[in-house]
């Protein structure tokens, strides 16, 4: 167990709605990093968060968006989903963004769009 | 675009023997470098990371950097069916945040 939890575990959407999935940071970390793992594949960057300011963006379109709070939880909002949104979501969560600080991942999201 | 580059398997070694993992990644300018495992329907799990050239051991783990050759790999020793997973392998190549392979699926039978 590292610490990092994330909700809800399972969430299934119709395409075109919006969805807000949450993250809370192990105890004494201020970074938080979104990744999305579509089956079969690596975990994709989507996004990272220090000290709630965005630090960093991978290719996804602005549809994905998110939050960092003062107690350094985050949410990831997606809007207008489709089908390819269907996935596992991962929060990362990490120490001040130094370089090569290691990133421990909660249990995810699993995202299905219908 | 930065790549890392890994065999998607599965590989397949009897329960005891090595199992070596390999992943490559094109960006010289990579600094730190960090072993995963998955179970299926699981999140990524910490096994390593490696800053230097050479070979890390922890148990039964050894990770191996070769940044002229731009080469990381991963060794099991005494492979257990429990070890039977996916194996990501990640790649920092600037502020924190990490580029992954698409994984190697490894095989431990009894």
């Known amino acids: 167990e590292t610490g990092v939890t994330q909700s809800p575990t399972h969430l299934i959407k119709t395409r075109g709605q919006q969805v807000t999935l949450r993250c809370s940071s192990q105890s004494g970390h201020n970074t938080v990093s979104w990744y999305q793992q579509a089956l079969g594949q690596g975990p994709q960057f989507i996004f990272q968060y220090y000290r709630e300011e965005e630090n960093g963006r991978g290719n996804f379109p602005p549809r994905f968006s998110g939050l960092q709070f003062p107690n350094y939880s985050s949410e990831l909002n997606v809007n207008a989903l489709e089908l390819d949104d269907s996935a596992l979501y991962l929060c990362?969560?990490?120490?001040?963004?130094?370089?090569?600080?290691?990133?421990?991942f909660g249990p995810g999201t699993r995202l299905l769009v219908l | 675009q930065k790549e890392v580059e890994q065999n998607s398997g599965p590989l397949s070694v009897p329960e005891g023997a090595i199992a070596s993992l390999n992943c490559t990644y094109s960006d010289r300018g990579s600094q730190s470098f960090f072993w995963y495992r998955q179970y299926s329907g699981k999140s990524p799990e910490l096994i390593m990371f490696?800053?230097?050239?050479g070979d890390k051991e922890d148990g039964r783990f050894t990770a191996q950097l070769n940044k002229a050759s731009q080469y990381v790999s991963l060794l099991i020793r005494d492979s257990q069916p429990s070890d039977s997973a996916t194996y990501l392998c990640a790649v920092n190549n600037a502020g924190n945040m990490l580029t992954f392979g698409g994984g190697t699926r490894l095989m431990v039978k009894p």
């Open positions: 490696i800053y230097s050239n």
């Open positions: 990362a969560s990490s120490t001040s963004g130094g370089l090569g600080e290691t990133q421990y």
